[in-house]
Nanobody, 121 residues
Framework: QVQLVEFGGGSAQAGGSLRLSCTAS????????MGWFRQAPGKEREGVAT???????RYADSVKGRFTISRDNAKNTLYLQMNSLKPEDTAMYYC???????????????WGQGTQVTVSS
């Protein structure tokens, strides 16, 4: 079993930055792919960014050039650096792990509890 715990959510002004972290513990051998997803009230969960164990990344169009996903395999930690934040980035952000890298949530089997990000204009 893999347990995921997110850190770093909070509030920011538009144009500001936040950094999210996610620590994985337990059977991390299955964490070939890790990703960040988000869900705003009344909306479906959407993929933000994913990263393979070899470092290959994928981003949603809405965050390209603003967000950077990275991982430290030795520390079993995933990061999401969020710059140039916009009010529409406001959502609950979830860390996820799985064997297939995709921006579709159904490919991820392990999820963290989520951390709230709120961006004000």
């Amino acid at each position: 079993q893999v347990q995921l715990v997110e850190f770093g959510g909070g509030s920011a002004q538009a144009g500001g930055s936040l950094r999210l972290s996610c620590t994985a513990s337990g059977s991390t051998y299955s964490t070939n792919c890790m990703g960040w997803f988000r869900q705003a009230p009344g909306k479906e969960r959407e993929g933000v960014a994913t990263i393979n164990r070899d470092g290959s990344t994928r981003y949603a169009d809405s965050v390209k050039g603003r967000f950077t996903i990275s991982r430290d395999n030795a520390k079993n930690t995933l990061y999401l650096q969020m710059n140039s934040l916009k009010p529409e980035d406001t959502a609950m952000y979830y860390c996820a792990a799985g064997s297939v890298c995709s921006l579709l949530a159904r490919f991820f089997t392990k999820w963290g509890q989520g951390t709230q990000v709120t961006v004000s204009s």
